[in-house]
């Protein structure tokens, strides 16, 4: 229905290709600042999640820091005796329920009579505190860390995270304080307070934590290692340093240093086959913990692509039916359109009455239909117009047609003219350039021993001329009658001719008697080409030139009159200049040596092969060129020998 | 979290209540009546049925055991062999000593040791081939230089171990204060100590595993100060010698196998041994294994193109009896021959 060569087509595809450009761009605009938006809010997300956990930290694991702290001052000021510290650590358990486990190990050997161990202690057991004194060689307490390493250090310290098999399986951590008794030289070390805490409430709370699809928050030790994860294979196996191995990315140990440092930052980090992460990091404010939280990228902007997809869906529709709408709208519109290219055929094919469709809208289309309507009517004028003239003109045709019958008629066309004069033989021929022409040539018998010829060319064209051509063939034959001689001839048909010559039409005339007996040719040349006498022996040369003027000009001109003898076999070759003047495309004229070397190079045919050769040399030097003007050739042999 | 920490708060409270024997796991028990069923038959065990005790915790230390095992390398060599750990407070001498166990694998220098204090065993195999203990320090902290080491703090294993390091120290006439610790690196992270006896492929990573760069440390390899003592090796008491001398050998050969495997394969041996961890509940890093793995290869000199050599030199036999017996008057150490009983194992 949509074909390439059509409006709507073109209109399509153009609206079309605007309209996707600006949704691509439109919808490019969008993306891009959505997904930066969503990248903000997701990292605020991810600061405020992880402060909302520090708090809760602060909140749980900062006034445990208090108790051993306690336990340690007022054994160091003596408020507790060592046999009370089983009922106190007790105590400590009743008012916390936060604690698992409180105890106070003291250094080996340091309390007369209590041997090498002694560590009064108190823990759950499901919902009961019960109470014991720990260490033995199976428990050196203090070769623990928790113990080892405030003592040695003289600082409060939270141990790394540890699974209580004992305590449920539960992640417990541990604050021990050091303690210091007096001795005989000032003070020492006196053994270390602690308290131990489950950690389950705050890897619950992290481990419920869920961005987007896969995203999570974990829970690290100071020493990177993972207490809580997602893939539970990790808690308490690997540390950020160990996955920056496992993972080959260096990145995380660098941020499982920057952890270390105290520091918190938001980083992208990428993981092989997982694509690139986001993560923001910071340390808690107790127990010496720090959170993190990791989300991927790619899902970051997954609502952001189901919404996408549905716009481009939304779009692609839109566009749909847009082309559908444009479409129909462009055909209906155009649909006059065709209907007017129809009638233009119809009214080219010459049928004017064909209707034009209707147009209701007052739009361009109107306005063409108006001016086909205009065109119809002119048209169906202009034709109606033409018909008249062209009858006109093929009146005026026919007419010509008729004159040039007539004029045809007026000069003799048969030859051999004369079978009774066997001394003459004589060819010529006469084409006009128009229908009618101005040249003439004549030939007729003076008397008995007297023969007459002529040839001629009126000034002008057409009829006018072929008009001042008849009326001198009729006076030169009526004239001829009276006066024997040319120059008589010639001056009586220019008195005759030049009477009345308002037009101021003139014509060269020829004119030749021939003595049959002597050979001796009287002539006149009033202003004509001079023709050509060919000797039987083959020479040729021209007439003289004219002396005298054309006919018509000069009412009391006087013709001179010359005479050459013709010998037997003699011919003469006459032409109008039509023939020395004929041009071709080149604009190059035939000339009279053209005229000259044909003559010469034909000498012994007869008068039709003379003039059958110029004319076949003239048609090839002219060749389709149209013809300008008459062309006229008369030739006259005369041999007496011819019986 | 280390491996003895754990342990030991596990004790700490499994201590307080009393352990029950109808509480244990089934393989526990299994494991409880198999060790019943070798301590009373004792010499009724069939010839080819072994126990192998390991000196530590699973790690990949033993993955060669592990992948013989797993690849039926001993069922092949007709051997049954049952493979077990000892927990972290005792040492597999005790196995060796009250027969609980046909072999164990023990440093040299605690079964030479062992046998100065007039424990009857001998060393079939000597597995690893170059020391693999070193002193870590940190850099800019108090000891930059050997020269530091005096008046400083050193952190040397309880469980021993430490024979070879303090030895090199006090032959240097260098006095310092020596802390024993269990197996954590904490205190030499939180700086509680200046110094710290490793293990080149354990403790020195755990380190690097809890973020300190391997450029903010200095190390003290004992082999480049003249104590090039080797580790682990396989030992058995004179008696199991004599009566199972062939299945012995079966045993050593399909180890030796084992950790020919296991050099080749070591994506498959580091799942093996993951596992292995897994199962007796001991932390295990993938990362840390696996560069455990590498370096006791490297020790023990695994090479595809040629046999293991699994004799110990005398020279090194001396040498470390001297450190053991600095002072040798008065006592009768045992001759070389006496002690190194190295198996001949038919060659491949």
């Not at chain 1, 007096?182 to 003070?187: E, F, I, S, V, W």
């Not at chain 2, 058995?236 to 399909?254: C, G, I, M, N, P």
Request: aromatic share 10%; glycine share 6%.
């Amino acid at each position: 229905m949509l074909h390439k060569n059509t409006l709507s087509f073109r209109i399509v595809t153009r609206v079309l290709g605007i309209t996707a450009l600006l949704f691509v761009l439109t919808i490019s605009g969008y993306y891009y600042y959505t997904r930066q938006l969503i990248r903000q809010a997701a990292r605020e997300n991810a600061i405020q999640l992880a402060g909302n956990i520090a708090g809760k930290v602060a909140q749980q694991l900062q006034p445990m820091e208090k108790i051993p702290q306690m336990v340690s001052a007022s054994l160091e000021m003596g408020f507790f005796q060592p046999d009370s510290l089983k009922s106190i650590t007790k105590k400590i358990l009743q008012e916390n329920p936060a604690i698992f486990g409180a105890g106070v190990a003291f250094e080996p050997n340091i309390l007369p009579g209590r041997g090498r161990f002694f560590m009064p202690f108190a823990f759950r057991v499901g919902d009961n505190i019960q109470t014991a004194y720990l260490g033995g060689l199976d428990y050196e307490y203090f070769l623990m860390d928790w113990y080892q390493i405030p003592a040695l250090t003289g600082q409060a310290y939270w141990s790394e995270p540890y699974f209580d098999e004992g305590g449920g399986n539960a992640l417990m951590i541990t604050y021990a304080v050091p303690f210091y008794l007096p001795n005989d030289t000032g003070r020492q070390l006196g053994g270390v307070a602690t308290v131990d805490v489950n950690l389950e409430w705050l890897t619950n709370i992290v481990s419920e934590v869920k961005i987007f699809e896969s995203g999570y928050a974990f829970v690290l030790s100071r020493n990177g290692m993972a207490l809580t994860h997602p893939d539970k294979a990790m808690i308490m196996n690997e540390s950020i340093f160990s996955n920056a191995e496992n993972w080959n990315e260096p990145l995380l140990r660098e941020i499982g240093r920057d952890l270390q440092q105290g520091n918190s930052q938001f980083r992208a980090y990428n993981l092989k086959d997982r694509g690139q992460r986001w993560i923001y990091y910071q340390p808690l404010p107790s127990g010496n913990l720090s959170l993190a939280v990791v989300y991927p990228d790619a899902e970051m902007f997954a609502p952001l692509k189901r919404v996408n997809t549905l716009l481009v869906f939304l779009i692609l529709l839109g566009l749909l039916v847009m082309i559908i709408g444009v479409h129909n709208m462009v055909s209906r519109t155009a649909r006059p359109l065709v209907h007017i290219a129809q009638s233009a055929r119809e009214i080219a094919s010459g049928n004017f009455q064909t209707p034009l469709p209707d147009i209701r809208s007052k739009d361009e289309l109107l306005q063409l239909r108006n001016a086909f309507e205009y065109m119809q009517q002119q048209l169906e004028l202009y034709i109606a117009r033409i018909t008249e003239t062209t009858a006109a003109k093929e009146k005026i045709e026919s007419e010509l047609r008729i004159a040039r019958e007539i004029q045809m008629s007026m000069i003799p066309h048969s030859f051999p003219p004369f079978p009774d004069l066997p001394q003459i033989d004589l060819y010529a021929v006469l084409e006009s350039a128009k229908e009618v022409g101005g040249d003439l040539y004549d030939f007729f018998q003076l008397g008995e021993d007297k023969f007459c010829f002529a040839i001629g060319d009126v000034s002008g064209k057409g009829v006018p001329a072929s008009l001042f051509m008849a009326v001198t063939r009729t006076l030169l034959r009526s004239i001829a009658d009276k006066y024997p001689r040319p120059a008589a001839i010639m001056s009586e048909l220019n008195k005759s001719l030049s009477l009345n010559n308002d037009s101021c039409m003139f014509v060269t005339f020829f004119l030749g008697i021939l003595d049959l007996k002597t050979g001796e040719l009287a002539y006149s040349n009033a202003g004509h080409n001079p023709p050509l006498i060919i000797t039987q022996s083959g020479t040729v040369s021209f007439f003289p030139k004219a002396t005298a003027i054309p006919l018509g000009l000069m009412e009391d001109f006087v013709y001179p009159e010359s005479i050459l003898t013709m010998q037997d076999g003699d011919k003469i070759f006459a032409y109008t200049d039509g023939v020395s003047e004929a041009e071709n495309a080149k604009q190059e004229l035939f000339g009279e040596e053209a005229i000259m070397s044909l003559v010469q190079k034909s000498t012994t045919g007869d008068p039709r092969q003379l003039i059958q050769t110029v004319k076949k040399a003239l048609e090839k030097h002219v060749e389709d060129f149209e013809q300008s003007d008459d062309i006229t050739m008369l030739s006259v042999l005369y041999d007496r020998r011819s019986k | 979290m280390d491996v003895l920490t754990e342990i030991a708060w596990k004790l700490r409270y499994n201590y307080l209540m009393r352990f029950k024997v109808t509480e244990m796991t089934p393989s526990i028990r299994l494991f409880a009546i198999l060790l019943c069923c070798c301590c009373i038959g004792g010499s009724q065990v069939r010839a080819d049925s072994l126990v192998f005790s390991t000196h530590w915790l699973p790690q990949a230390q033993f993955a060669g055991y592990y992948m013989a095992q797993e690849k039926g390398f001993y069922k092949e060599a007709g051997i049954e062999l049952e493979l077990i750990h000892p927990p972290a407070n005792v040492n597999a001498l005790t196995y060796l000593s009250e027969g609980k166990a046909d072999i164990v694998s023990l440093f040299l220098v605690t079964a030479l040791d062992a046998r100065l204090q007039g424990l009857p065993l001998v060393q079939i195999a000597q597995m690893s081939e170059h020391s693999a203990i070193l002193f870590v320090a940190k850099r800019g902290g108090r000891v930059q230089t050997i020269d530091d080491f005096g008046g400083s703090k050193i952190g040397v294993w309880k469980s021993g171990f430490a024979e070879v390091p303090k030895a090199m120290v006090q032959a240097r006439g260098i006095r310092a204060e020596w802390v024993p610790v269990l197996s954590s690196v904490n205190l030499f992270l939180m700086d509680g100590i200046d110094l710290m006896t490793v293990m080149w492929y354990n403790e020195y990573n755990a380190i690097y595993l809890s973020g300190v760069n391997e450029e903010e440390l200095h190390t003290f390899f004992l082999s480049d100060y003249g104590y090039d003592i080797p580790e682990d090796g396989l030992y058995v008491s004179a008696q199991t010698l004599r009566e199972k001398k062939e299945a012995l050998t079966a045993f050593t050969a399909a180890s030796l196998k084992g950790w020919q495997y296991a050099a080749a394969h070591p994506d498959e041996t580091i799942a093996v041994v993951l596992e292995r961890m897994r199962q007796a509940k001991v932390p295990a890093s993938e990362a840390h294994q696996a560069w455990m793995l590498e370096k006791i290869i490297e020790l023990q000199g695994f090479r595809e193109s040629s046999d293991k050599d699994i004799s110990l030199p005398k020279e090194v036999y001396d040498k470390t009896l001297r450190i053991l017996l600095p002072d040798p008057e008065g006592s009768s150490p045992p001759a070389f021959d006496d002690f190194v009983k190295t198996l001949s194992l038919p060659s491949k």
